[in-house]
């Protein structure tokens, strides 16, 4: 079955810089790539995703990457404020199932 | 649009109990739901996927008789969490994908976190 690694597992960054999150997949058959954000507590929320057949997307700070061959895919976060604090999840879906990479907490310092 | 509603929020009973959760779409059909358990600290471990009028599938090492599962609609699935125990305490999380297909995204319900005593 798929299998998806995510790193870092923490990730501290000063206002303003930009984060970088990167997961890898197992499974080439798998064909999109969401990510969630995840405050404590709370549901995960999608921020973007990416199918197989592009390479790159953008939604003003957020894009994300996806190379296929390689199998992994990153998030890309841009001039960070400290409402970007979160849980970051990667995941891949295959046929019916999303599989999630383990979870990056990302803290965004003032 | 596309809002999964899940009840309850919080859950607290005695070892033994068992506890129904609710999952519901809100504003569209889903024939397909999905139920995760996440531990503190851990990712989303998906547990079943349950379909509207067929048996859930479970992934393997999650005891069907255990976290029992039912999708008697296209907006509700629920899961029984039978003769809970402290070991199953967690944070339980449905979601659920529209009717469109596989290529849909999934939208997640508010998670109820269950504590077993």
């Known amino acids: 079955g798929e299998n998806v690694e995510q790193h870092p597992s923490t990730l501290s960054v000063q206002e303003g810089d930009s984060a970088v999150i990167k997961c890898t997949y197992s499974d080439s058959a798998s064909n999109y790539f969401p990510w969630y954000k995840q405050e404590l507590g709370k549901r995960p929320q999608l921020i973007i995703d990416?199918?197989?057949?592009?390479g790159e997307k953008k939604d003003q700070r957020i894009a994300v990457t996806l190379n296929k061959t390689a199998k992994h895919f990153s998030l890309h976060i841009t001039e960070t404020q400290p409402e970007d604090s979160a849980v970051y999840f990667c995941?891949?879906?295959?046929?019916?199932?999303?599989?999630f990479g383990t979870g990056t907490r990302l803290q965004v310092f003032p | 649009g596309a809002v999964v509603s899940q009840h309850p929020s919080w859950v607290i009973c005695k070892s033994g109990t068992s506890v129904k959760i609710e999952c519901r779409s809100l504003d569209f059909q889903a024939t397909t739901m999905f139920w995760y358990r996440q531990f503190p600290k851990q990712s989303l471990m998906l547990m079943a996927t349950?379909?509207?009028?067929?048996?859930?599938?479970?992934e393997q090492g999650v005891e069907k008789d255990k976290f029992l599962i039912n999708h008697a609609s296209l907006t509700l699935s629920t899961l029984t969490v039978t003769s809970a125990h402290p070991e199953d305490s967690s944070f339980y999380i449905c979601?659920?994908?529209?009717?469109?297909?596989?290529?849909?995204?999934?939208?997640f319900g508010d998670g109820t976190r269950l504590s077993i005593l």
């Open positions: 979601s659920a994908r529209g009717d469109s297909g596989w290529s849909q995204p999934q939208h």
């Open positions: 349950s379909n509207e009028g067929s048996k859930a599938t479970y």
């Open positions: 995941a891949a879906r295959n046929t019916d199932k999303l599989i």
């Open positions: 990416i199918r197989s057949n592009v």
